[in-house]
């Protein structure tokens, strides 16, 4: 078995127990050995085969140890196997189901001998749930909505698990010596929220190294195919990888081809057509069969009369065309970014202290930092009163003398947008504030004209500055609100109202297809990380990745404004 077997044999067991209403402490001890497992960076089978102790792993003790060891010897757990006749398994994949707890299927599952997904939804729609304790009408149909929302999940990888992984990768291969360039490829260089398999182009004369150096990792679970042009992997966690090797003079071709999309390449090559030539990964040819060659993308475009195309632009929305005019834009870049507009303290659910991150803030040549913690009636977030607001407001000023000139720190909120449409705090404490967010987090599956009309409502609130991540959605487990998204950005024109791409890669929100349209419509758009730990802030890059599919510039986006500019434009709309 390999890592992520192992791991989820340990997520399933704490599943059951949950559903069987263990203690809390036993699922925690599970759930913790499930995540060391598959963040492990070796093979826990050939540790164990070395003879180390499994005890060594994080988060395993004696009785995990043991338990591992018996699936290693056996592929089997007996322990699992008697939990499973307590608890049917199929109870697990109902969890899988958005805002579905496990109270509530250990409750159809004694009232209604509910054990599957398909029964639970056959009893949904025949009005079988509403009548139980805590169900109703409106939760029957949120499960009718949250099994349908399954049936839509891609299997795709997390742009935000995804590029770390790469990274690894990309840092291995760059070393061997003979490697002239290595770039990932696919949606994945492109920056889609989700993607495939990683995919990754490399230079170089001679292969075998590459792929002796790519195969032979230690966590590389299985070997799918190894060849001289391309290998590919299984690792311990179940994620996959493969590589091409291309010689230097092709591998701008290559890298061209394998960075897609689809329908951007089908265009590049019915211009190349028109010229005479056929495009293929490996080099530009005449009719003749003449093959010119290209080391790099920037050679490929060049030939056929068009400017390089940055991959996140790379999706047949027009760029081609730009690109023959000489009119493509001139991109959001991190470096342009000066300013973070959305973080969170200890004062509600953050993690570090406003001084804290204030100095981190300074450490990344920020010039305007914002704290934005929530309001009062987010009590999963410790919300704030206005009571504590104001006492925050003193330590905010205590911070603020020490930081001096050298940081603009504003004081914020990110206000609920209530169930029922009404804001947090009134317009005379939303004035007070320096600046003011609101954002959607409950009560998102309300039908779409309820949930848009709430959010139409802040757009209107004059001292509301910033809609935060829109829709409220969370990559892969939950799809956002059912905004209309056509009356949204309307409203946020007309009202002067920014419009935040969350750049936290499980968010991006706002979308990049809406966030285009927001800056045709002359929207202001801003790019945050919501953090609430320090390293939240590293997930800047994935925002700007966002915004430059929607072909955003400098001009487009708050956050590269110089303090002063941001100050006028907050005070020019309360």
Do not use: C
């Amino acid at each position: 078995m390999n890592n992520k077997q192992l791991a989820d044999t340990f997520s399933l067991i704490a599943d059951l127990m949950q559903i069987k209403g263990e203690v809390i402490y036993k699922i925690l001890a599970y759930r913790k050995a499930a995540d060391s497992l598959v963040a492990y960076p070796r093979s826990v089978k050939d540790l164990y085969e070395e003879g180390s102790k499994l005890t060594d792993i994080p988060g395993v003790g004696k009785a995990i140890g043991d338990k591992i060891a018996e699936l290693l010897d056996t592929g089997k757990l007996e322990f699992l196997e008697k939990l499973q006749k307590e608890v049917p398994t199929s109870l697990a994949d109902m969890l899988e189901i958005p805002d579905l707890g496990p109270k509530k299927v250990k409750l159809f599952w004694d009232e209604l001998n509910i054990t599957s997904i398909e029964q639970l939804k056959k009893a949904a729609e025949e009005g079988k749930l509403r009548d139980l304790a805590g169900m109703g009408p409106k939760s029957e149909a949120k499960i009718l909505d949250g099994i349908e929302s399954l049936s839509r999940r891609t299997g795709r990888t997390p742009l935000g698990v995804a590029w770390p992984a790469a990274q690894v990768q990309l840092e291995l291969i760059r070393a061997v010596k003979g490697v002239k360039a290595a770039e990932v490829a696919g949606s994945l260089r492109r920056m889609k929220d989700t993607v495939g398999d990683i995919d990754i182009l490399v230079s170089a004369v001679d292969s075998a190294p590459v792929m002796k150096a790519f195969v032979e990792q230690p966590t590389v679970a299985r070997v799918l195919g190894e060849g001289e042009i391309k290998s590919s992997v299984e690792f311990q966690d179940g994620s996959r990888a493969q590589i091409w090797v291309h010689p230097p003079e092709r591998f701008g071709t290559a890298l061209q081809y394998a960075t897609g999309s689809k329908d951007h390449n089908v265009r590049i090559r019915e211009l190349a057509l028109k010229k005479g030539l056929s495009l293929s990964d490996q080099a530009l040819t005449k009719e003749d069969g003449t093959e010119i060659l290209a080391s790099t993308e920037e050679e490929v475009y060049k030939k056929l009369d068009l400017e390089w195309v940055a991959p996140e632009m790379r999706e047949d929305r027009g760029e081609v065309q730009a690109a023959k005019d000489k009119k493509l834009p001139k991109l959001l870049t991190t470096k342009d970014i000066r300013a973070e507009l959305h973080t969170h303290s200890t004062w509600s659910d953050g993690k570090v202290s406003i001084q804290q991150m204030a100095e981190e803030a300074l450490k990344r040549g920020y010039k305007t930092l914002a704290i934005t913690d929530h309001s009062v009636s987010l009590g999963i977030g410790n919300g704030l009163s206005v009571e504590r607001l104001h006492e925050q407001r003193q330590e905010i000023d205590k911070v603020r003398k020490k930081v001096g000139d050298t940081l603009l720190i504003l004081h914020g909120t990110e206000m609920e947008i209530r169930a029922d449409g009404n804001l947090d705090f009134d317009n005379e404490t939303l004035a007070w504030l320096d600046i003011v967010i609101a954002s959607l987090h409950v009560s998102i599956r309300q039908p779409r004209e309820q949930v848009t009309e709430r959010m139409l409502n802040a757009l209107q609130n004059p001292h509301v500055d910033i809609i935060a991540h829109p829709t409220n959605r969370l990559i892969p487990d939950r799809e956002g609100a059912d905004l209309d998204m056509d009356a949204i950005l309307q409203a946020a024109a007309e009202t002067d109202t920014a419009l935040e791409i969350n750049a936290n890669p499980r968010r991006l929100d706002l979308e990049d297809i809406y966030a285009r349209r927001a800056i045709e419509l002359g929207i202001k758009l801003v790019i945050n990380t919501d953090a609430h730990r320090l390293k939240h802030l590293d997930f800047l890059h994935y925002g700007v990745a966002t915004a430059r599919r929607a072909w955003a510039e400098k001009k487009h986006v708050i956050n590269t404004w110089t303090p002063k500019q941001i100050e006028k434009w907050l005070k020019g709309r309360g």
